[in-house]
Each structure stands twice: as C-alpha cells, then as structure tokens.
C-alpha cells in the first residue's frame, strides 16, 4: 500500500460537499477526515493534527472565519484553506489577513484546488517542527520556493506562467523520487526557462527569482551525475 500524501481535513456543514472532497481527494492518495462543524474541527485538530485544513466559510454555529482564528491560537503553521461560494470571495480574502493560505471558491476548479492543496501542504511542512529536515531536502524547498514566488503573481501571470511552474516543481520532485534523473533535469530546464520568461516580463520579483534560482541548484546538486 502506498503511503499517504498527506492528512487533510474538510470541514463543511453540508454532507455532499465533504462527500465530493473526500473521494477526490482519497482517490489521489491523501487520508482524510472529515468534520460537519467547527466544534468537531477543532477537536479532531486537537486529537490528531491534520497537515492541512479545507474550511467552509459559512457554517451554522462557529462560522469558518472564527474557526480559523481559533485555529490559528491553536497551531500557528498549520495551512488552511478557506471553502467559499463566489458571492463570499470578499470576505474569503480577508482571511488571508488572519492567516488562511488561501482560499477556493464552489464550484471547484480541481486542477486549482489540486495545485492550492499541494502548495499548502508544502507551506505546513516548511514551518512545522519538522523544518530543518525540510529544509535539507533540496525538492521540497524548491517546491515550497515556487509556490511561495507564484503566489505573489498577479492574477494573469499566476493562471500562466505560475501554473507551469508550479506543475514543473511538482513534476521533477515525483521524477526524483522515482529515480528518474534524465526526466528530472528536463522538468528543472523547464523551470529555469520559466524563471526567465517570468522575470522578462516582470512578474517575478529579483529577490523571488533568486530564493528559487538557489533552490533549483540545490536540486540539481541532489541529482546524481549523469554517466
């Protein structure tokens, strides 16, 4: 049996919504657990700490905005994601200012959800207790460095060239676990092209650009020398 992706706990007073979630998510390899309310989230947070947590903004009870904050008096590194319905996406921005990694919106775009989660649960890793492992393995800081740069895009550079990048960085970590070193190089060459393109264009910030340039050399380092 393959080990899981990571924890993830959904967090939503309507059953069909946590249903669609679970599955999708079970079905890519994560565990996951569920909560019908923010009395229940909490005290599933506080009993076996997820790596990430997708929370409806609108619950009856404690609604998702004060479950974050108690959350966050909880656990200071653990990524949230906030579940919102488009008339909601004011106030799902917001959250970002009480420490949401970010926010989805229903109906779900998976391909973004799928990208958001994976960029979460690279940000809990970054700053969990676990750090200076994580910081020692050269593929999750180049993730954890990408996500970190694309999500300080714009809005269009974000939906291109942040996209691509995003799926390169995920890319060439899969390969190198699978010891796919030839294939690997390919996805960090795709990287070091988009960085160019990216910074050409004046989407990437100097300082963004060279925390992942960095990064990328350690990966390439990481690699073993082609015969």
């Not at 967090?11 to 923010?38: H, I, K």
Request: aromatic residues 4%.
């Amino acid at each position: 049996m393959s080990p899981s992706l990571g924890r993830i706990l959904v967090v939503d007073d309507e059953a069909p919504v946590r249903e669609v979630l679970s599955e999708y998510f079970t079905s890519q390899g994560y565990t996951v657990d569920e909560a019908p309310n923010g009395d229940e989230a909490l005290a599933t947070i506080r009993r076996d700490r997820p790596d990430l947590v997708l929370l409806d903004i609108r619950m009856p009870g404690i609604d998702g905005v004060e479950v974050l904050r108690r959350i966050r008096k909880l656990d200071g590194t653990l990524s949230v994601i906030m579940v919102t319905a488009n008339e909601d996406v004011t106030l799902a921005r917001e959250t970002l200012k009480l420490g949401a990694f970010d926010y989805v919106a229903k109906p779900f775009d998976y391909e973004y959800l799928d990208r958001t989660v994976s960029a979460g649960l690279v940000q809990s890793s970054a700053t969990s207790a676990a750090d200076e492992a994580v910081k020692a393995d050269p593929w999750r800081r180049l993730a954890h460095a990408i996500f970190r740069a694309t999500r300080a895009m714009n809005a269009t550079a974000r939906a291109s060239t942040g996209t691509r990048l995003e799926a390169a960085a995920l890319a060439a970590a899969r390969e190198a676990a699978a010891r796919r070193a030839s294939v690997a190089t390919e996805h960090l060459e795709e990287i070091e092209l988009l960085l160019s393109i990216a910074a050409d264009l004046g989407d990437l910030p100097g300082t963004d650009r060279t925390l992942v340039e960095t990064a990328l050399e350690a990966a390439r380092r990481a690699l073993p020398a082609a015969r």
